[in-house]
């Protein structure tokens, strides 16, 4: 796939920013709650190590945080991700949609976990942008760093959907695309593509794919 290119390259970035940049990009993508407008301090402290732009970016959106009602954020939350599947933040939905070869492509990435000793539940598909970024953050770079850029132009469909809305999470997927490579003329090819004819689909159940890693979306310590 032309979109696995960039499985070899490596990150321009120190490790330990990319993996402060990616905690917090993982827990600012996840459902917002009354523990997320209380950890806004360490959260803005932790921003100290985020390099720019993306710590524009973070800082931008936990302004947000503390400025709307938390009943409107969680509303448009779920108007955003859980309605509208322009948005998913599962990401191998863009390159497969719902068909049997997005549930291999899962239960590769359940083994790229456990790979790296991280077992996993039924707690969450482990394909949630947000569980790939805490895996990354909390456990195996490299290998999330894998999964992140086989999954680029998924993540770049999502950020052109997010803009189109004018998403107040617009800026957390500015800052997770601040620390990936770029497109190139192929990436955009293939982008283009998936515009054009939109995920495959088939009548298949996922559920013998629906597995996370032990830390669910929402769990987030």
């Known amino acids: 796939m032309l979109w696995r290119r960039h499985r070899g390259s490596r990150p321009s970035l120190p490790g330990n920013q990319i993996r402060t940049t990616w905690q917090l ?3 600012l993508i996840d459902y917002p709650t009354e523990d997320l407008v209380c950890r806004v301090p360490a959260l803005r402290a932790a921003l100290g190590n985020v390099p720019e732009p993306a710590r524009g970016h973070l800082s931008a959106y936990l302004d947000l ?6 009943a409107a954020l ?11 599947r322009r948005c998913a933040l599962h990401l191998t939905y863009y390159t497969y949609g719902d068909t049997r070869k997005r549930g291999v492509e899962l239960v590769r990435v359940k083994q790229a976990y456990r790979g790296a000793g991280v077992e996993v539940s039924d707690a969450e598909l482990p394909d949630h942008l947000a569980v790939i970024l805490e895996f990354g953050a909390q456990h195996d770079l490299d290998i999330a ?16 959907a997010l803009t189109d809305r004018s998403s107040r999470w617009l800026p957390v997927l500015a800052a997770l695309r601040a620390t990936l490579p770029v497109l190139d ?6 982008l283009a593509r998936l515009i054009a004819e939109g995920p495959p689909s088939e009548d298949v159940g996922l559920e013998p794919y629906a597995l996370g890693p032990t830390i669910p979306v929402g769990a987030h310590s």
Request: with cysteine; charged share 25%.
């Open 25 to 27: 990009a993982s827990l």
């Open 145 to 160: 760093w894998k999964l992140l850029c086989d999954n680029r132009v998924g993540i770049e469909l999502l950020h052109r």
């Open 74 to 84: 969680q509303a448009d939350y779920v108007d955003t991700f859980d309605v509208t």
């Open 185 to 190: 003329g192929s990436d955009e090819e293939a």
């Open 65 to 70: 945080v503390v400025s709307t009602p938390l």
